[in-house]
């Protein structure tokens, strides 16, 4: 089956939609907020991982899918919440795991999204706005 990475995933709502959704695939989720990582579903228990998206504790093009959901707000202090989160670094590590073909897909607000490819336009090379609350890259 194919491998799938929710990073950022907080209390697992995505997760637990993905692996009901890709019932075959190996779902894996990552969130280094341990007060979300001790309160998180039930359903995702025994797949979800502490760490960090600037070190994804993940072999390289081992993954088919890796989806963000609300995470690139939070890239380098963007918005208005600090983060410990590099976006240099993050899309540096997203593109190592993915697998040749594998499919990055980010959903944030609007203003994110273009706000993200507008600041990061050099890293995200490839990056294609689909709609207002959704991008996707395709490592090719």
């Known amino acids: 089956g194919k491998l799938i990475l929710d990073l950022g995933c907080g209390y697992g709502n995505v ?3 993905l692996k009901k959704t890709f019932p075959k695939s190996r779902v894996y989720c990552l969130e280094k907020n341990p007060l979300y ?13 502490r760490g960090c998206m600037n ?3 993940f072999t390289e093009t081992s993954v088919d899918l890796v989806i963000t959901c609300n ?4 890239a380098d202090g963007f918005g208005f ?20 073909n594998g499919v990055y897909v980010a959903f944030a607000d ?7 490819e507008k600041k ?4 995200m090379e490839g990056f294609e706005g689909i709609d207002e609350r959704l991008a996707l890259f395709v490592r090719r």
Request: aromatic share 6%; net charge positive.
């Open 37 to 49: 990582v001790a309160k998180a579903n039930e359903d995702i228990r025994g797949c979800i991982v």
């Open 55 to 57: 070190n994804l504790p």
């Open 71 to 74: 995470v690139l707000q939070y």
């Open 15 to 17: 997760t637990t939609a």
């Open 81 to 100: 919440v600090a983060s410990s989160i590099n976006a240099q670094r993050a899309i540096s590590e997203i593109r190592r795991v993915l697998k040749q």
């Open 110 to 116: 609007g203003d994110t999204i273009k706000g993200f």
């Open 120 to 123: 990061y336009s050099r890293l």
